[in-house]
């Protein structure tokens, strides 16, 4: 219950592109060879904001997973869903909004900002309001404990980690709490409770996180314990009560920033994209008519690659030797820009064959995609129900 568990969601309100590519997709087909993985598409948050255009999000939904699996997201180790098609993620929202003061919802940050930002829509809704509550309760429900997001999000994994800490405040505290914790100790058998006893001995006297993760990683190896009993002695470790629900931890990507066309970051606001699984052709026309350094009027004039967009593409397409060539090359004129260009129109076809490869299947049959996405959302539901028993139990909601 409490092993590790990776869950991420991308809201289906475009075409994916190589920033999405290099920023997101990459990482996540790394990690579903080393965790668990949940990956889903996230309609109802899209629907925040695109609640007047829905038809946005319908277009992009099947193409997003086509995507993914384009890049390498393998449905045979990741679950894919859509988070619609799991209704009990609502479920868990409205639970959660019995406990969730407003003033935390108001001072999250992307509240006021993407207010702003998107000025012309009115996000004075009870729904955008929510949004952080609703991304709680997708990590909750899966009681997943890695969250891969951007900067952007860490306000979102904080404010889930405090409404977790708030749930099983309320809802951990049981009469007799002591009591049972300590008669579940007994059930580990004499050596493992003699280990749990001493690791949370040094982790409450000496505040001892070495301590406290090999207690945890004691009790994730015991597999008779009841569900209840492993929350208890989840809880008593830390003091409190039973830890019902599990607080996540963001992981963040390192990647550095795509660059776009025009050398701001690629964005589809910003109009400099090149898609996911966009045409050799098209690709090729929009590299050979990116700008390049402004002062290289002729090819005769020296440029520098400081100043032009190109120049950050080699930075992630090229190696050592190409790099200290067009350093020198464009600094001397020594080579005109289309010749610059050649090898970065290489390397993102060479980047983009594979996906078109296995996407093509996906595109021919669609059902493919609607298959694996039912399954996917079967599993998802599953696990999630797992949750729900708990959470409805603890709310008083298990009526008889
Ligand atoms: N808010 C996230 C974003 O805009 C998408 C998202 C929704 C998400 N629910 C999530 C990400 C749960 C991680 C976990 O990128
Ligand atoms: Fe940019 Fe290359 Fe032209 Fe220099 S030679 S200005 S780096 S495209």
Known sequence: MFTDRVLSGMRPTGRLHLGHYHGVLKNWVELQHQFECLFFVADWHALTTHYDTPEIIEQNVWDMVIDWLAAGVDPAQATLFIQSRVPVHAELHVLLSMITPLGWLERVPSYKDQQEKLSEKDLSTYG?????????????????????????????????????????????????????????????????????????????????????????????????????????????????????????????????????????????????????????????????????????????????????????????????????????????????????????IEAVLAEQKPMHERARMYEEDPTLIRNIIADGCEKADKLAQETMRDVRDAMGLNYS
């Open 128 to 344: 955008f309001l929510g949004y952080p509550l609703l991304q709680s309760s997708d990590i909750l429900i899966y009681r997943a404990n890695r969250v891969p997001v951007g900067e952007d999000q860490a306000p979102h994994i904080e404010f889930t980690r405090e409404i977790t800490r708030r749930f099983n405040h309320i809802y951990g505290k049981e009469a007799g709490f002591k009591e049972k914790a300590e008669s579940a100790i007994k059930k580990l058998g004499s050596k493992k409770s003699r280990a749990y006893r001493e690791l949370r001995n040094r982790y409450q006297e000496q505040g001892d996180d070495g301590a406290l993760a090999a207690a945890k990683s004691l009790l994730d190896e015991q597999q008779n314990l009841s569900m209840g009993d492993r929350e208890r002695l989840f809880g008593y470790l830390e003091g409190g009560g039973k830890m019902i629900l599990s607080e996540p931890e963001a992981m963040f990507t390192h990647a550095a920033k795509m660059p776009g066309l025009d050398g701001q970051k690629m964005s589809k606001s910003y109009n400099n994209t090149i898609d996911l699984r966009e045409d050799p052709d098209s690709v090729t026309k929009k590299i050979r008519t990116m700008p390049t350094d402004p002062a290289r009027v002729r090819r005769s004039d020296p440029g520098d690659p400081t100043k032009c967009p190109v120049w950050q593409f080699h930075l992630v397409y090229s190696n050592d030797k190409m790099q200290d060539w067009v350093q020198q090359s464009c600094k001397s004129a020594g080579i005109g820009c289309l010749e610059c260009k050649q090898p970065i």
